[in-house]
């Protein structure tokens, strides 16, 4: 679990990185035009097995048109469970991890805020982990992992913008997530739900 909030950490800090570098630099030769793009990082949360999930998203768009954006998204989430799915755990932790492409049109555009529509697929990984860290020799051993399920997914969703100052809004977006796919454990439809975010969105497309 350590080994996979790192993993996230760095394609999140690689994601910022080239967003930033291409909004400041990423000018066309020819034009001399800033490059239309979008990067947002969010905090996040959704219901799974009954219990909120915590944790984090992330989008970065390039526009084809004014309105019309396609880029990479990221949504994890993680916590502890109450249930075992049939494996001896004293206290699973169920991990979220969501890989996706973005298609965003933005429906109202004005100078205070801006209404965007949806359209997210990919692949999502679950896993099953046990908690509990055990300490031996002067080392962290971490158990393997126990369980996964994969699914493809189609989410459409919605968010509003708003307009702090320069590039900078603050966006908050509610979705759904359809999930396609066979369970190694629990049930798919239990994953199944709505997902919010609230976060900061890096914009020079207006």
Request: hydrophobic share 40%; glycine share 6%; aromatic share 16%.
């Amino acid at each position: 679990m350590k080994q996979s909030k790192i993993l996230s950490a760095i394609v999140i800090c690689l994601i910022v990185w080239q967003a930033i570098s291409l909004t400041c630099f990423g000018q066309t030769s020819d034009s001399n035009k800033e490059k239309p793009l979008s990067f947002e990082i969010a905090l996040a949360r959704t219901n799974i097995l009954g219990i909120t999930f915590p944790g984090m998203s992330a989008h970065y768009i390039f526009f084809l048109t004014k309105r019309l954006g396609t880029g990479l998204s990221l949504f994890t989430v993680e916590n502890q469970v109450n249930q075992n799915f049939g494996f001896s755990l004293t206290n699973p932790q169920l991990l979220y991890n969501q890989y996706g492409w973005i298609n965003q049109f933005i429906l109202l555009n004005n100078n205070y805020f801006k209404f965007k529509l949806n359209i997210t697929n990919g692949l999502i990984q679950i896993r099953i982990l046990q908690d509990s860290r055990q300490y031996n020799s002067g080392q962290y051993i971490f158990p393997p992992n126990l369980g996964r399920n994969f699914y493809y997914f189609i989410e459409p969703g919605t968010d509003l913008s708003l307009h702090l100052f320069s590039s900078l809004y603050l966006t908050a977006g509610v979705n759904y997530r359809f999930l396609f796919g066979k369970s190694n454990f629990s049930d798919r439809k239990e994953f199944q739900n709505t997902s919010f975010i609230l976060g900061l969105t890096l914009m020079n497309n207006r």
